[in-house]
Each structure stands twice: as C-alpha cells, then as structure tokens.
C-alpha cells in the first residue's frame, strides 16, 4: 500500500505555474513533517520545503518566493505551488516525511520546463 501518491506534473513553459499535489495518509500528515523534494537528471535528490504538523511551512533558500508548500487536512494531501518556473525546475517531484523515510518513497511526478 503506497504511503504517497504525486501528481499534477506535466510540461510548463518558463515563468508559467504549475501546482503539484501529494495524497498521503492521516498518520503521516498529523504526525511528521510532510515534505516536497525534487532529483534533477544527474543529481541528488534534495530537499525543497517541509510543512509541519503545528507549524508553519519551511523553505530552503532556492524555493523562497516562488514555490509554496501548503496542505489540506480534510484531504490528507500536501500542495506544491510553483510559480515563475526556470528551466532548473527542470526534475522529478518527490513527497515524503522529513527527514526522508525510505518506505514512504513514491513515484514521483515529472516537471519538464520548456524554454
């Protein structure tokens, strides 16, 4: 039984927006912090933001100001808003708890940036 699922990727040109989503389960969401994380062709996967059970979302600097993190409880789903999209945006979109639990990994959805 998959712990995550993502979706919402798909082709977006530079500057465009696009909003991803990860269904989760009750248990993750109200227990772990809950993170988006993205594996460019050729390197590591990294981590994003993270969004706390009581807290409030957490940015690394390169997602400050155009990407925004936020969950809907009622849904058990964790949200993803890219905006201003560059062609380094260019990766696989990743869910999971933070720091990373290996079981939890999904597949993934792709967001190839066109130029």
């Known amino acids: 039984q998959a712990h995550v699922a993502e979706s919402g990727g798909g082709e977006v040109q530079v500057g465009g927006s696009l909003t991803l989503s990860c269904v989760t389960t009750e248990t993750i969401l109200e227990t772990y912090p809950v993170g988006w994380y993205r594996q460019a062709p050729g390197e590591q996967r990294t981590l994003i933001a993270r969004i706390s059970p009581y807290g409030g979302p957490d940015y690394e600097d390169f997602a400050r100001g155009r990407f925004t993190i936020s969950r809907d409880t009622a849904k058990n789903t964790v949200y993803l808003q890219m905006d201003d999209v560059r062609t380094a945006d260019t990766a696989v979109y990743y869910c999971?708890?933070?720091?990373?639990?290996?079981?939890?990994w999904g597949q993934g959805t792709q967001v190839p940036v066109s130029s």
């Open positions: 999971n708890t933070t720091p990373p639990l290996p079981p939890i």
